[in-house]
């Protein structure tokens, strides 16, 4: 069974189009993440979710909009793709100052 | 600066080598992890550290509190330990602050 999940693992598109990527956790956490892998490989947090309500959102532009339909979920839906959206996108979940975080596959996205 | 610091950035090894990875970091944490990226891209967790020592296998994972600063050591090392790793923190907002990673490649 897979601990996190994100779909797709790889999406091409165009310059302006609004586009989602899905994450879900079986493993009970109460704490999920997005974060953006750059061309430099350098990772950074975007947003965190404790319980569905929003923790963190690092200086992200608008245009991302995380949605926590439940625990078990975090999904992230990007308005008006531009090309420096390109990167990987990674998942991950936590029980909240106990656990360590677990990744989710990773999510390569390509603005064309 | 990055508030993670990882050194080196790149380093090769011949097989059976023991290799040593450091982070230095400059925020208050609750806790460290050590990551590992292979070229697939995917991460996994190798540890969490708050203090003291902690073995897997030949992984071994140190940190001192006081000095701010962890090192990552693998003894024996193989071809298949190959990887990006990353040292990251976890601060008391709760966000993990990674380093720029190191990436090693392990020679037969």
């Known amino acids: 069974d897979t601990a996190v999940s994100q779909t797709p693992k790889y999406l091409v598109t165009q310059m302006g189009n609004d586009k989602s990527i899905k994450c879900e956790q079986n493993?009970?956490?109460?704490?999920m993440y997005w974060y953006k892998q750059d061309s430099k490989k350098f990772l950074k947090i975007m947003f965190s979710?404790?319980?569905?309500?929003?923790?963190i959102n690092e200086t992200v532009p608008n245009r991302f909009s995380p949605k926590s339909p439940d625990k078990a979920h975090l999904n992230l839906h990007i308005n008006s793709l531009e090309l420096g959206d390109s990167a990987v996108y990674f998942c991950?979940?936590?029980?909240?100052?106990?656990?360590?975080?677990?990744f989710g596959q990773g999510t390569r996205l390509t603005v064309v | 600066k990055n508030e993670v610091e990882q050194s080196p950035q790149n380093l090769t090894a011949q097989e059976g080598e023991f290799i040593t990875i450091n982070c230095s970091y400059s925020?208050?944490?609750?806790?460290l992890h050590w990551l590992q990226q292979h070229p697939g891209g995917g991460i996994v967790s190798l540890f969490m550290?708050?203090?003291g020592k902690k073995k897997h296998g030949r992984l071994i994972a140190t940190i001192n509190i006081q000095e701010k600063h962890s090192s990552l050591h693998i003894t024996a090392s193989h071809p298949r330990d190959s990887a990006v790793y990353i040292c990251?923190?976890?601060?008391?907002?709760?966000?993990?602050?990674f380093g720029t990673g190191t990436r090693l490649q392990v020679f037969p």
């Open positions: 991950a979940s936590s029980q909240k100052g106990v656990t360590e975080a677990f």
């Open positions: 493993l009970g956490h109460d704490t």
């Open positions: 979710y404790n319980n569905k309500e929003l923790i």
């Open positions: 925020v208050g944490i609750s806790a």
């Open positions: 550290l708050s203090s």
């Open positions: 990251a923190v976890r601060s008391s907002a709760d966000k993990l602050i």
